[in-house]
């Protein structure tokens, strides 16, 4: 399914290439010949109708993590260094959902939170590296980084969404 879509987004976007081009394309989207790691990434939650947590933010020491009602749920969360594609999908039925990924330098720090917002103040976070925005339910979007050895994490943050347990970590050796 995210190959399927990868492909045909490159093919949709890039529609004039030569045909050797188009062959190199094609042959980078498939897992096994593609230039890095590719992650898949599930955006979900278990609908409008559940009341959100609200404490359940990053760290989770201390927190019952099985209460979430949103996440961020990976293909892998251990690659190797390199370039990495990260195929986010809203899998949400009726919610907006985002994938933003900073640096992890210290994994008990609290994330600077604009508490009316209900999010992350993100102008306050110099790690951040790259994001896939405000993606539809069912839609799906790249992102493609180049990972240096380290903790990352992954998170959304649409208004209460990062207290509801939509945050994950991604280790990159
Ligand atoms: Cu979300």
């Known amino acids: 399914m995210f190959k399927r879509n990868l492909i045909g987004r490159l093919l949709a976007f890039r529609p004039f290439l030569p045909i050797a081009a188009l062959a ?14 590719v992650v898949n990434v599930s955006l979900w939650d278990k609908g409008v109708e559940m009341a959100m947590a609200t404490d359940l ?7 019952d993590m099985s ?19 990260f195929e986010a999908l809203n899998s949400s039925k009726d919610t907006i959902h985002e994938m ?7 994994l008990s720090r609290l ?27 069912g839609k799906t979007a790249a992102l493609r980084l180049d990972l240096l050895p380290g903790k990352y994490l992954l998170f959304c943050n649409i208004p209460g ?10 280790t990159v050796e």
């Open 161 to 170: 969404h990062f207290t509801s347990g939509m945050w994950t970590i991604f």
């Open 67 to 85: 209460k979430v009602t949103m996440g961020i749920a990976l293909s892998v969360d251990t690659v190797k260094a390199g370039e990495i594609t």
């Open 24 to 37: 190199i394309v094609v042959t980078m989207a498939s897992p096994s010949q593609a230039a890095g790691t």
């Open 111 to 137: 994330f600077p939170y604009n508490n009316s917002e209900s999010r992350i103040d993100e102008d306050k976070m110099p790690d951040i590296l790259g994001e896939v925005s405000e993606l539809d339910p």
């Open 57 to 63: 933010g990053f760290p989770a020491a201390g927190k």
């Open 100 to 106: 933003i990924i900073t640096r992890l330098r210290d």
